[in-house]
């Protein structure tokens, strides 16, 4: 999945629509809707972007299932592995169990 679907995603869980979005970080809606469709976001973009929804950026490491957080308020943490799950199971979509995101 692209971060731009994920981006999609999270805003429309968060009930954030574009104008929301775009005057949390500053830009107009179209200049946010343009930036979305290309996907080309620099990181601090995408900082600033899970920010305004409230969510941490997070690297888990796929062997392991140990989570590295890019906030200041984890800096320097990773959260250990849930027992008995992969780790690409750990994250459940939005829409829960089953949901459409599901395969």
């Known amino acids: 999945m692209y971060i731009k679907e994920i981006i999609r995603r999270a805003a429309k869980y968060k009930k954030k629509s574009y104008a929301d979005m775009a005057r949390a970080l500053g830009i107009t809606p179209q200049t946010y809707a343009n930036t ?4 080309n976001f620099q990181a601090e973009t995408i900082e600033k972007i899970a920010d305004v929804l ?6 888990v490491d796929r062997a392991t299932g140990n989570a590295f957080f890019s906030s200041d308020q984890h800096k320097d943490e990773t959260a ?3 027992r008995g799950r992969r780790a690409k199971d750990q994250h459940e979509s939005p829409h829960g169990k089953g949901g459409k995101d599901q395969q």
């Open 36 to 39: 979305l469709s290309r996907g």
């Open 54 to 59: 409230g969510c941490d950026l997070v690297f």
């Open 80 to 82: 250990p592995p849930r």
